[in-house]
C-alpha cells in the first residue's frame, strides 16, 4: 500500500527518517509524526556535548529544515499517543481524539533510567535526555560550582567534558569497579579514567549512591557508608528505559523492546516499529539487540518505511557508535559482546590516539578507534565484509 494515512508515533531521529524514506519509496497519501516535544525533530546526540557546552543552537540541532516537511507534505503534530487500537486501525490521543491509519510506525525511542533513592526528587536533580533537560541543566550551572554525575557510561563522561569546559568542578560516581565496565575492555576503561583525572574531573569508581540529601534542594550526594559529597547539582546518568507500554499493552511481542523482524514488522504486520525502542535479532551475534544509536535507527526506519510500501529492504548495517569527549572522538564499530581476546595498535596508558579490537576465536568482532578514523573504515570493512585479521597487521602504528 502507497496511500492512505501513515502515522508515525515519535518524532525522533527514527520518526524523522522514516517520515522521509516513506516519500522516498513512493508513500503518496498522509505522513504524520507525532510528537511530544516542542522542537522540530532534531539530533539527541550533541545534548551532552555541543548543546550543553553552549556551542550549538537548538535549531542547528534540527535534522532537517522545517521547510522540507512542508516541501514533502509531512504534517508534524504535537501530541501524545495514549493508546494504540488495533481492531479499529486507529490510534488515541490524550486530549481523547482517535487518528486512523492504514500503517502505523512505533519510534518511542526511550527515556532516562530514572535512579529510585531518597531524595531524587528535590531540585537540583537532573536527567539528561531531551534538549529540556539541557536547557534546565544549563540554568543551573556557573563556573566554579559543584556538580556531581551519577554514572560513568558515554553519557556521564560526555556531561562531565561540556561541563569542565564550562568551569564547573566535577565530580564523577560510578558503582561498577570501572568506567564504562560494561561496554569497553579494560585498557579503554583506565584510559578515560585517566583522561578525565588529567582534566581535572574527581573519578569514582565503585561509589555506591544512597540518597540525595539538601534542605528544599540538592546539596549533597550519599554514599554507602555515610559519605557525603557536596553538590550544587546533581546529574543522573544510569541507562535507558524503552518506551514499550503502547506496543505492550497492544498486545504486541516485547522483549526489552518492540519485537521487529528484518524489514522492522512487529507482530502485528500493518505496524512497524525502529530505534531505541526496537530489538532486532542480528545473526552475527546469534540474539536479539536493542541498539541505542542513531546509524541503527536510521537502518532500522528505512526497512520500516519500505515495508509500510509493500517493498522489502532487510536491516542489514553494522551497528556502529561514536563519543566525543574533549579532543577525542571514539568511534565503534561491532558489538564486542563475547569477545576473548583484546589487540591494541597504539599505548592507551600514554596516548591519546590508539585502537583496541575485540577478537572472538581468532575473529574480529568489534573496535574501539580512539582519534584513529582510517583504524575505524578498515574495521568496518572487515566486519561488513567478514575478512579474516592478522594480529600483526592490527598491531602496526597508525599512518601519519
Partial sequence: MTSGRALIVGASHAGAQLAASLRQEGWAGEVVVIGDEAALPYQRPPLSKAYLAGKSSLEELAIRKAEFYDKQKIRLLRATVTEIDRAAGEVVLSDGETLAYDGLALCTGGRARPLAIPGIDLPGVFYLRTFADVEA????????????????????????????????????????????????????????????????????????????AGDGRAGEVVLAGGERIPADLVIVGVGLVPNTELASEAGLQVEDGVVIDDFASTSDPKIVAAGDCAIHYISRYGRRVRLEAVPSAGEQAKAAAATLCGKERPISALPWFWSDQ???KLQIAGLNTGYDEIVLSGDPARDRDFTCYYLQRGRLLAADCVNRPRDFMKAKRTLGQGLDVDRAELQRPAAS
Avoid at 144 to 170: D, N, P
Avoid at 185 to 194: I, L, N, P, Q
Wanted: hydrophobic letters at 50%; charged letters at 25%.
Fill in 137 to 212: 541543566i544549563r540554568e543551573a550551572t556557573a563556573s566554579g560550582r559543584r556538580a556531581v554525575i551519577v554514572g560513568g557510561g558515554y553519557i556521564g563522561l560526555e556531561t562531565a567534558a561540556s561541563l569542565r569546559a564550562l568551569g564547573l568542578e566535577v565530580t564523577v560516581l560510578e558503582a561498577a569497579e570501572r568506567v564504562l565496565e560494561r561496554v569497553t575492555a579494560a585498557e579503554v576503561s583506565m584510559f578515560y579514567e585517566r583522561i578525565h583525572r588529567d582534566a581535572g574531573v574527581v573519578v569514582r569508581t565503585g561509589a555506591l549512591v544512597e540518597a540525595v
Fill in 326 to 328: 574533549y579532543d577525542l
